[in-house]
């Protein structure tokens, strides 16, 4: 009932957008906040409207806030906010050193709110979904560490998470809190797999669609193990399982040969693996469905072929950006009830001090850097995000992701970003052509400097006596080096003036980004929060990994 009051405010047909987010500046987040540190030495008090507010207090980026945080992280409180810290949300960010942002239980207010809309939404349009059995965030739990006054540092997903840990463990949630604390990601998802094919199931909600992806190619890859494990009542991984992790595992695990046959059944066809031929009832998958991760999307297609899919909300730790409202979309409308927003327009972002645009001043199709204020002590936040405008709710903006302000690389001044090469690479299969799985575009170094480009091939067997088997990838290259040419002006002089040499493709296949993967998980990076994006800054990254041939752009000329 609650979210859905939540959902009827918030598509009000007459809802006054100026009207809602001033007053939640004003009395939800500047009034109970003036007495904080920060609130007496920017004059929260003094604020009487949004205009005075752009007036009083500045523009800050992570960096500017970094000391504040620090010291609540020592056990100061008082500093951003009046409210206690609860604990922190790591976030791998663009930056070296990971980012910790402040929880206060307003935040979590807020986020929960946004949360009951979408799920409000969801239910709605697949009322089967409400009563039926889901798998969730099935992604490793990360590290969880201790600030120095004892706060607890997790990622977002394991905070909420453990909110839900008594759902989880009922007949509709039927993966075990555990299975997130496996280190080993192939263990992981084995166990994942095995338990969720045991039975029926209705909706998967994962983050991240590379998680998913990694998810089917498990079961493609030991269909034979999953179903005999489920006949035998076992787990069946080939290899090393601890007994305490069987022994928590065995009231799943019991056997069923009639489930086991049906499943042999309907995956005894040759071709590629289905989901809807493992759960028949499978209605919807719920992840990111924005452009930066097509190449993930793409080698999802074949998989959730039948399958509704879902964008999953666009948020942050810092914040809640937009709330998706229909299958088969990315972005959705502000959310403008659990936070205060303005906009940066694409031409200022660079500007050294930037004018912003209130949520009601939006032009569409335009493009704009999100700067947000929260209740958990972030003011005028600059998140480096940057949203088109796709159209609009009545008065409220419909938002959709669309790359890193800040994500850039830049080897003699070229300045390529990740919506650029997104689009060049889009631009190279227009017509059919066939193009990589997954890529990932990084500066290389040596004596004709360029950009190399990381490579999981379909046909995924390229080696240098096949010719055949090289043209499709040297053309695609040829198509992406051209168009990067073409929407960077910078950087086709300096590749015309031989400044920069033309890209070159380095084959990695699967097992390569799941390497690349594995080694920021290492660091501490959550399966949910690895991002790889399309482009780095980060120089030879193919010196860590494994390239099986090296393919040269001018090549496909």
């Not at 059919?432 to 480009?453: I, K, M, W």
């Not at 003036?497 to 080694?519: K, W, Y």
């Amino acid at each position: 009932m609650l979210a859905s009051a939540e959902a009827e405010r918030f598509f009000a047909p007459h809802q006054d957008l100026a009207d809602v987010q001033e007053r939640l500046l004003l009395e939800t987040i500047l009034a109970p906040n003036a007495g904080s540190e920060y609130g007496r030495e920017h004059h929260f008090s003094a604020v009487t409207d949004a205009d005075a507010f752009r007036r009083i207090v500045p523009l800050v980026d992570y960096e500017r806030l970094r000391p504040a945080v620090d010291r609540i992280a020592r056990g100061e409180q008082g500093v951003l906010t009046a409210e206690e810290a609860l604990a922190f949300f790591k976030t791998s960010g663009s930056l070296a050193s990971p980012k910790l942002v402040p929880v206060t239980a307003s935040l979590v207010r807020d986020k929960a709110r946004a949360f009951g809309i979408f799920w409000h939404l969801a239910y709605q349009a697949h009322p089967k979904l409400r009563n039926g059995k889901w798998i969730a965030t099935f992604g490793d739990a990360g590290r969880r560490d201790r600030s120095a006054c004892g706060l607890e540092i997790l990622s977002e997903a394991t905070f909420w998470n453990r909110r839900t840990e008594r759902m989880q463990s009922l007949a509709g949630w039927p993966l075990p809190p555990v299975l997130r604390t496996l280190e080993s990601p192939e263990l992981r998802y084995f166990a994942v797999a095995r338990l969720a094919m045991a039975g029926a199931l209705h909706g998967i909600m994962c983050l991240n669609p590379s998680t998913l992806l990694m998810l089917c190619r498990t079961i493609e890859r030991h269909l034979p193990l999953l179903i005999q494990g489920i006949a035998d009542g076992v787990l069946g991984y080939p290899g090393d399982v601890a007994p305490s992790l069987v022994e928590q595992l065995r009231t799943h695990l019991r056997p069923d040969p009639a489930r086991a046959r049906s499943l042999e059944r309907e995956l005894r066809e040759a071709g590629p693996l289905r989901l809807k031929r493992v759960w028949s009832e499978l209605e919807l998958v719920v992840c990111w469905q924005s452009d930066i991760v097509t190449p993930y999307l793409r080698q999802l297609d074949p998989y959730l072929a039948g399958v509704d899919r879902r964008d999953y909300i666009t948020q942050a730790s810092e914040c809640v950006m937009a709330i998706p409202t229909v299958d088969g979309s990315s972005g959705g409308p502000l959310a403008y009830t659990s936070h205060f927003f303005e906009f940066i327009p694409e031409a200022s972002i660079e500007a050294p001090v930037p004018e912003t645009r209130f949520a009601w001043e939006l032009e569409p199709g335009s493009v704009y850097e999100l700067v947000v204020t929260t209740s958990g002590g972030l003011y005028r936040y600059r998140i480096g995000d940057c949203f088109q405008v796709t159209g609009f709710a009545g008065p409220v903006p419909v938002v959709q992701f669309l790359y890193r302000a800040g994500k850039t690389s830049s080897i003699t001044g070229e300045k390529l970003t990740e919506y650029q090469v997104l689009e060049a690479a889009r631009w190279a299969v227009t017509d059919g052509a066939e193009g990589p799985r997954e890529f990932l575009c990084f500066p290389r170094s040596g004596p004709d400097p360029h950009y190399g480009v990381l490579l999981s091939w379909s046909g995924d067997g390229v080696t240098p006596d096949t010719a055949e088997a090289v043209r499709p990838v040297e053309r695609w290259l040829a198509r992406f080096d051209a168009q990067l040419m073409a929407i960077n002006p910078e950087y086709g002089d300096k590749r015309s003036s031989g400044r920069l040499g033309s890209v070159i493709g380095l084959i990695v296949g699967d097992e390569g980004f799941n390497a690349f993967r594995g080694e920021l998980v290492r660091a501490g990076v959550s399966d949910d929060q690895v991002k790889l994006g399309v482009l780095s800054r980060k120089l030879d990254i193919d010196a860590l990994l494994p390239v099986r041939q090296a393919i040269h752009a001018r090549h496909g000329l």
